[in-house]
């Protein structure tokens, strides 16, 4: 079993900037992916950022390009991913994910591990 915690959201206006971290922890595996998803009210739950073991490779959603960062410190096990410039469409719960391969996937199915979700709230 693997634990994902996510943290850092909230409620902020349009504009303003948030960063949201996702601890790893449990399940013992060398190089896994992991990668951001995120879900608003009554919508599908859609694909935002992803990263290789080694943060050499990334992956956006081209709604987000330009205004998010996602990057990793393995020494802590843990996932962020930085958000500027946040619309009030951005408006949803996130999730990061875990897979036991170092390869990253823009698909959820890809993803063997999830954590409970953050809110994040943009106001207009």
């Known amino acids: 079993q693997v634990q994902l915690v996510e943290s850092g959201g909230g409620l902020v206006q349009d504009g303003d900037s948030l960063r949201l971290s996702c601890a790893a922890s449990?399940?013992?595996?060398?190089?896994?992916?992991m990668g951001w998803f995120r879900q608003a009210p009554g919508e599908e739950r859609e694909f935002v950022a992803a990263?290789?073991?080694?943060?050499?490779?990334?992956y956006y959603a081209d709604s987000v390009k330009g205004r998010f960062t996602i990057s990793r410190d393995n020494a802590k096990n843990t996932m962020y991913l930085q958000m500027n410039n946040l619309k009030p469409e951005d408006t949803a719960v996130y999730y990061c994910?875990?897979?036991?391969?170092?390869?990253?996937?823009?698909?959820?199915?890809?993803?063997?591990?999830w954590g409970q979700g953050t809110q994040v709230t943009v106001s207009s």
């Open positions: 990263i290789t073991w080694n943060g050499g490779t990334v």
């Open positions: 449990g399940r013992s595996f060398s190089r896994p992916a």
């Open positions: 994910c875990w897979r036991p391969s170092a390869v990253a996937s823009t698909s959820r199915a890809a993803y063997n591990y």
